[in-house]
C-alpha cells in the first residue's frame, strides 16, 4: 500500500479504518440525497443556484422551480429560444407564437410554459395520464415558441446539471474534504454546487435563467438499489409525469400498466437487447415458451423439469428449463446450449455438478 498522506493540498496512498467508518457513514447520507422525495424548498436552492452563478462571474439568473423534468425541459426549450430571439433581435414574425420579446414577456412565457404543463398534468401513474403530460408540455412549449422552442427543447442536455442525481460524483468530492482534509482554494465555490446537489434535482442552466426541477415524489428499486417496479412507475413526478424501469433498464410504459398488450412476439424481436431481456422476464419465459413452440429436448420429473430448445429471432436455439414448484406454478430458466438433460439444467441453476445432485422427488 502507498504510503498515506494528508496535507491541505495533498491527499494520496490507502484510507485508515477510521476514515473507512466515516466513508461508510457519509456514503449512507448521499445515498440519501439521491433517493430525496421530499419537496425541495425554494429558500435552499436558490441562493445555492444563484452562488453558482456568482461564482462564474456570470450576473444573478432568474431561478424557476417545475414540478418535473419533463416540464424543465420544455420551459427551457421555449425560454431559451425566446431569448434567442431577443437577444438577435428577430422580429415579431419569428415569434408569432410568443406572446412578446421583452424580458418580461419571456419570465411570463416561462411561468406559461410552467404552468401549462403543470395544469395538464393528471397525477395518475398510468401510460394515458403520462403521455399526455408529454403532449401539453409539447403543446405548450410550440404554442409560445413555435418549431425553435422544440427544438431547443430536445437539446435540454447540452445545459443540464443532475443535481441531487449526481450524488455519487459530489459525495466523493465531499469525502476529499471533509474526511481526508484536503483543503483548496476552489472549495468556496464548490459549497454552491454542494448545495444546489442536496436541495434540488435536474436543473438546466442558461444565461439568463435556471429551471430546477423538484424532486419525484416516488422512487422504487429492487435489492440490488436498480430503478424497478413491476406494477407501477419507478419514478413518479408530482405532476404525474413517470418513469418506469426494469431492473434498471429503462421501459415503455405500457409493459407495466398493460402488461397483456405486450406479447411474447414483442418480447423476443423488440430491438433493444436490454429492454428486450426486459421484456422477456415480464411476459415470463413459460409463456414465451408456449407461444413459440419449443421442441422438448429432455423430460424429468416436475420437480426436475424438462428441457427444451426454441429458435429466438437475432440469437439462434436457446435452452430452457421448464419447472414446476411447490405452489405448482411453472417457470422457465435459461439454461447453458451445452446442456444435454433436464437433470443437467436443474443442477446448474444450482450451481452443482449433476453427480452431486440428488433432489428430493415426491411421488
Known amino acids: 500500500m502507498d504510503k498515506i498522506v494528508r496535507t491541505p493540498s495533498k491527499v494520496t496512498g490507502g484510507i485508515t479504518p477510521e476514515e473507512k467508518i466515516r466513508m461508510n457513514e457519509l456514503s449512507k447520507e448521499w445515498i440519501g440525497v439521491a433517493m430525496r422525495t421530499k419537496p425541495l424548498d425554494p429558500s435552499k436552492i436558490i441562493p445555492a443556484i444563484e452562488g453558482i452563478y456568482e461564482a462564474a462571474k456570470l450576473k444573478k439568473p432568474r431561478v424557476v422551480i417545475v414540478p418535473s423534468p419533463l416540464v424543465m425541459a420544455f420551459s427551457y426549450g421555449a425560454s431559451s ?215 422438448v429436448i429432455d423430460k424429468d420429473a416436475p420437480e426436475i423439469g424438462t428441457l427444451v430448445e426454441v429458435e429466438i429471432p437475432d440469437s439462434g436455439k436457446e435452452k430452457f428449463l421448464r419447472v414446476r414448484c411447490a405452489t405448482d406454478r411453472e417457470f422457465a430458466i435459461p439454461v447453458p446450449r451445452e446442456i444435454k438433460t433436464a437433470l443437467q439444467g436443474n443442477a446448474w441453476t444450482f450451481g452443482l455438478d449433476p453427480k452431486d445432485f440428488n433432489p428430493e422427488v415426491r411421488t
Not at 170 to 187: C, M, Q
Open 81 to 295: 429560444w425566446i431569448w434567442h430571439c431577443r437577444k438577435n433581435k428577430k422580429g415579431a414574425a419569428t415569434l408569432s407564437a410568443t406572446r412578446a420579446a421583452t424580458e418580461a414577456a419571456t419570465l411570463s412565457a416561462t411561468d406559461a410554459a410552467t404552468d401549462a404543463a403543470t395544469e395538464a398534468a393528471t397525477y395518475a401513474s398510468t401510460d394515458a395520464a403520462t403521455v399526455e403530460n408529454e403532449k401539453q408540455a409539447s403543446k405548450a412549449c410550440s404554442e409560445m415558441a413555435g418549431n425553435g422552442g422544440i427544438k431547443c427543447s430536445r437539446n435540454w442536455y447540452d445545459a443540464y446539471q443532475g443535481g441531487n442525481m449526481w450524488a455519487g460524483w459530489t459525495s466523493y468530492l465531499v469525502a476529499f474534504r471533509d474526511i481526508l482534509g484536503l483543503e483548496l482554494k476552489e472549495h468556496d465555490n464548490f459549497s454552491f454546487y454542494e448545495e444546489a446537489c442536496r436541495e434540488g434535482g435536474f436543473r438546466v442552466m442558461h444565461e439568463e435563467f435556471c429551471i430546477v426541477s423538484d424532486f419525484p415524489e416516488i422512487i422504487r428499486k429492487d435489492d440490488r438499489n436498480l430503478p424497478h417496479c413491476e406494477d407501477g412507475p419507478s419514478h413518479k413526478w408530482r405532476d404525474g409525469w413517470s418513469l418506469y424501469h426494469w431492473h434498471g433498464v429503462r421501459i415503455p410504459c405500457e409493459w407495466i400498466e398493460d402488461k397483456k398488450s405486450l406479447s411474447a412476439k414483442t418480447a423476443i424481436t423488440w430491438e433493444n437487447i436490454e429492454q428486450r431481456r426486459a421484456a422477456c422476464e415480464i411476459v415470463g419465459w413459460n409463456r414465451i415458451l408456449k407461444e413459440l413452440n419449443a421442441k
